[in-house]
């Protein structure tokens, strides 16, 4: 059982940048491969990054492409989201999640999830 919590969300104006933070405790964290989704109001919740269980491979959807970065630590059990040059359109609450083996874009294939930071970009 592994337990996620984020943290680091707020209020920023469009083009600035905001780092958010997912500490995970249980199981056995460089086991899982770990994503960002993101739900806006009436929304579904979507894809925004996933890295691999090394770290090494890394996926983005199209939107966040060159503005967001995903990483983590698995000494520290963290997994964070950089976000730079943040847009109104980026405003959602933001989601990490583990699965194991192999990342995907499929919010229904991760195990586990976390509650969730509220990120909000004013124009």
């Known amino acids: 059982q592994v337990q996620l919590v984020e943290s680091g969300g707020g209020l920023v104006q469009a083009g600035g940048s905001l780092r958010l933070s997912c500490a995970a405790s249980?199981?056995?964290?460089?086991?899982?491969?770990m994503a960002w989704f993101r739900q806006a109001p009436g929304e579904e919740r979507e894809f925004v990054a996933a890295i691999g269980r090394n770290g090494i491979v890394t996926s983005y959807a199209d939107s966040v492409k060159g503005r967001f970065t995903i990483s983590r630590d698995n000494a520290k059990k963290m997994v964070y989201l950089q976000m730079n040059s943040l847009r109104p359109e980026d405003t959602a609450v933001y989601f990490c999640?583990?699965?194991?083996?192999?990342?995907?874009?499929?919010?229904?294939?991760?195990?586990?999830w976390g509650q969730g930071t509220q990120v909000t970009v004013s124009s």
């Open positions: 999640a583990a699965k194991s083996t192999l990342s995907t874009r499929i919010p229904q294939s991760y195990d586990y």
């Open positions: 249980g199981g056995t964290f460089s086991g899982y491969a």
